[in-house]
């Protein structure tokens, strides 16, 4: 099992930043990809960005390219997202999810669908105020 803490989440307003973090504990894998999604009231959860552990290989939706930044430490099994130029739309839960079984290739392919990660954190609330 894997255990994912999510933090840094709060309240912000509109162009201000946040950097959230994600611990992760218990079982360690060889390869592994660490992705951050975020769901908003009445929607559904979506695909932020991920990083991939063996090559650093990182993934962005469209909405997010350009402002926030994925990264990871792997020696302390954290990974962060840096959010800058914050809107009232990023608004949402985030969460720090780990996929440890799909291949580097499919991860490339598939890395939006949530269904590819297994292990999930609680989430951590980021409120973006205009």
């Known amino acids: 099992q894997v255990q994912l803490v999510e933090s840094g989440g709060g309240l912000v307003q509109a162009g201000g930043s946040l950097r959230l973090s994600c611990a992760a504990s218990g079982r360690t894998f060889a390869d592994y990809a660490m992705g951050w999604f975020r769901q908003a009231p009445g929607k559904e959860r979506e695909f932020v960005a991920a990083?991939?552990?063996?090559?650093?290989?990182?993934y962005y939706a469209d909405s997010v390219k350009g402002r926030f930044t994925i990264s990871g430490d792997n020696a302390k099994n954290m990974v962060y997202l840096e959010m800058k130029g914050l809107k009232s739309e990023d608004t949402a839960v985030y969460y720090c999810a780990v996929d440890a079984r799909t291949s580097a290739y499919d991860f490339s392919r598939f890395y939006r669908a949530k269904g590819l990660y297994d292990y999930w954190g609680q989430g951590t609330q980021v409120t973006v105020s205009s």
């Open positions: 990083i991939r552990s063996s090559s650093g290989g990182t």
